[in-house]
């Protein structure tokens, strides 16, 4: 049986949050898989990966009335190429881009098949609203707006069409939760793994819980925040937060998905290139983030060097 095609999508979206340099990263991630001509073992189609990116001078913090301020136009083309991907049953990998994106792509696992796990590795819950946040930042609202029934969203959102049910998200590594956030967890029952948690018992239960999971849905949804890990690893990251996850959590619970065979949309999002000390500091974390996609994406028969096209680097913008 062929395996299924890996089809790279940068998500160059960083209005979610207040840093600059996010929305070069897909970019940044293709030229370093070119110039350490990586052999990897996931197809990156250039003919179909695409971009979406918001140019425009919104502000980067919001309150309720100001969402419909912001030009959604990128995340409504966002969720139309992760459509396309997803009717022709290959993976998405959505290279961030804040969290934000995930507005987009989790909306189109879900008008793909409703029956989708939704397994968010993150420091961080996503699920403030704009009322309720702190900061202000779009890239901590996501879950919140995707779970939020379509007739309440605010006007800006309603191309969405489908509704995240409590029940489909498995959260692991979070520890930096606000108080809004915590109750809505524990008032809606979603399942959570603090690495806290994980720190104290280990990652069986965890693992359990996502293989259980798993067999009760058709598609698995990855969305995968760099921050979630540690910050000893040098994360390039613009919200960390201390406590995180061991790399090795990460690949364990990558590679229970990839033996699900499941797998059919996957972010990876908040690497931003700017934040990096040094261009040694942002290599390794791609290197680490090539690891990482090879560990949850079916393996291709003869793995193979990519070569990348120059139309790759026509469709995406620096
Ligand atoms: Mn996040």
Same mark, same amino acid.
């Given at each position: 049986? $062929?395996?299924?095609?890996?089809?790279?999508?940068?998500?160059?979206?960083?209005?979610?949050?207040?840093?600059?340099?996010?929305?070069?990263?897909? %970019?940044?991630?293709?030229?370093?898989?070119?110039?350490?001509?990586?052999? &990897?073992? +996931?197809?990156?189609?250039?003919?179909?990966?695409?971009?979406?990116?918001?140019?425009?001078?919104?502000?980067?913090?919001?309150?309720?009335?100001?969402? @419909? $301020?912001?030009?959604?136009? !990128?995340?409504?083309?966002?969720?139309?190429? @992760?459509?396309?991907?997803?009717?022709?049953?290959?993976?998405?990998?959505?290279?961030?881009?804040?969290?934000?994106?995930?507005?987009?792509?989790?909306?189109?696992?879900?008008?793909?098949?409703?029956?989708?796990?939704?397994?968010?590795?993150?420091?961080?819950?996503?699920?403030?609203? !704009?009322?309720?946040?702190?900061?202000?930042?779009?890239?901590?609202?996501?879950?919140?707006?995707?779970?939020?029934?379509?007739?309440?969203?605010?006007?800006?959102?309603?191309?969405?069409?489908?509704?995240?049910?409590? %029940?489909?998200?498995?959260?692991?590594?979070?520890?930096?939760?606000?108080?809004?956030?915590?109750?809505?967890?524990?008032? /809606?029952?979603?399942?959570?793994?603090?690495?806290?948690?994980?720190?104290?018992?280990?990652?069986?239960?965890?693992?359990?819980?996502? $293989?259980?999971?798993?067999?009760?849905?058709?598609?698995?949804?990855?969305?995968?925040?760099?921050?979630?890990?540690?910050?000893?690893?040098?994360?390039?990251?613009? &919200?960390?937060?201390?406590?995180?996850?061991?790399?090795?959590?990460?690949?364990?619970? +990558?590679?229970?998905?990839?033996?699900? @065979?499941?797998?059919?949309?996957?972010?990876?999002?908040?690497?931003?290139?700017?934040?990096?000390?040094?261009?040694?500091?942002?290599?390794?974390?791609?290197?680490?983030? &090539?690891? /990482?996609? $090879?560990?949850?994406?079916? %393996?291709?028969?003869?793995?193979?060097?990519?070569?990348?096209?120059?139309?790759?680097?026509?469709?995406?913008?620096?």
């Amino acid at each position: 049986m $062929q395996s299924k095609q890996v089809q790279f999508v940068g998500a160059n979206i960083e209005v979610g949050q207040t840093h600059k340099g996010l929305s070069q990263s897909a %970019a940044q991630f293709l030229s370093y898989l070119c110039k350490s001509k990586k052999s &990897v073992s +996931f197809d990156i189609n250039s003919e179909l990966s695409v971009t979406a990116e918001v140019r425009h001078k919104s502000p980067r913090s919001f309150r309720k009335q100001d969402l @419909n $301020q912001i030009d959604f136009s !990128a995340y409504k083309k966002l969720a139309e190429i @992760n459509d396309k991907i997803l009717q022709k049953r290959n993976i998405a990998l959505n290279f961030g881009g804040d969290h934000s994106i995930a507005v987009a792509t989790v909306e189109a696992s879900l008008r793909s098949n409703p029956k989708t796990h939704i397994i968010w590795i993150d420091a961080h819950a996503d699920a403030n609203s !704009a009322e309720q946040s702190f900061t202000g930042s779009f890239h901590g609202m996501p879950v919140y707006y995707l779970m939020m029934n379509r007739k309440n969203r605010p006007a800006c959102m309603d191309w969405m069409r489908s509704s995240l049910h409590p %029940a489909q998200i498995t959260y692991v590594g979070l520890r930096d939760i606000d108080p809004f956030e915590i109750k809505l967890l524990n008032d /809606l029952q979603i399942d959570y793994f603090t690495s806290d948690f994980i720190r104290t018992n280990g990652l069986k239960k965890v693992i359990d819980r996502i $293989q259980f999971k798993n067999k009760l849905f058709d598609n698995i949804h990855l969305s995968f925040d760099i921050d979630s890990l540690d910050p000893k690893y040098g994360l390039c990251t613009g &919200v960390p937060a201390l406590g995180g996850l061991e790399i090795d959590d990460v690949f364990h619970i +990558f590679e229970t998905v990839r033996e699900s @065979n499941k797998l059919t949309n996957f972010d990876f999002v908040e690497v931003n290139p700017k934040l990096a000390n040094s261009q040694a500091e942002l290599d390794q974390i791609y290197g680490l983030a &090539v690891q /990482l996609i $090879q560990a949850a994406v079916p %393996a291709k028969s003869q793995p193979s060097p990519t070569h990348f096209k120059e139309e790759i680097y026509a469709n995406l913008s620096y």
